[in-house]
């Protein structure tokens, strides 16, 4: 079966750090861009960053600009989301994305029906 799988969600404290992890199974990511999305409690879901297939090029949401970081390794079949300086804001499931279009990955936007979802990591900021 082709699932994405997230892991790395936790409690951290304001100012702390977390490494989100997205793996694939059944599914060869080098084809893929893949995006990060979140839904905090009571909001609609956002993107949060994206990535190519290649890794080549990424993009970030303004409000994790500077804080979050995006990379993959095609050989493990894996995407990570590397978060630091992490704000209460930050609370939420986050959830990872992989479509063979990468113009509509890119895009960050919630419009299309993307190939896979994952099941969620839920994030909490607090202290």
């Known amino acids: 079966q082709s699932q994405l799988v997230e892991s790395g969600g936790g409690l951290v404290q304001p100012g702390g750090s977390l490494r989100l992890s997205c793996v694939a199974s059944g599914i060869t990511l080098d084809f893929y861009a893949i995006g990060w999305f979140r839904q905090a409690p009571g909001k609609e879901r956002e993107g949060v960053s994206c990535?190519?297939?290649?890794?080549?090029?990424?993009n970030y949401a303004d409000s994790v600009k500077g804080r979050f970081t995006i990379s993959r390794d095609n050989s493990k079949n894996t995407v990570y989301l590397e978060m630091n300086s992490l704000k209460p804001e930050d609370t939420a499931i986050y959830y990872c994305?992989?479509?063979?279009?990468?113009?509509?990955?890119?895009?960050?936007?919630?419009?299309?029906?993307?190939?896979?979802w994952g099941q969620g990591t839920q994030v909490t900021v607090s202290s």
């Open positions: 994305v992989a479509d063979r279009r990468a113009w509509a990955i890119a895009t960050m936007s919630l419009e299309y029906e993307y190939d896979y």
């Open positions: 990535i190519s297939a290649s890794g080549a090029h990424s």
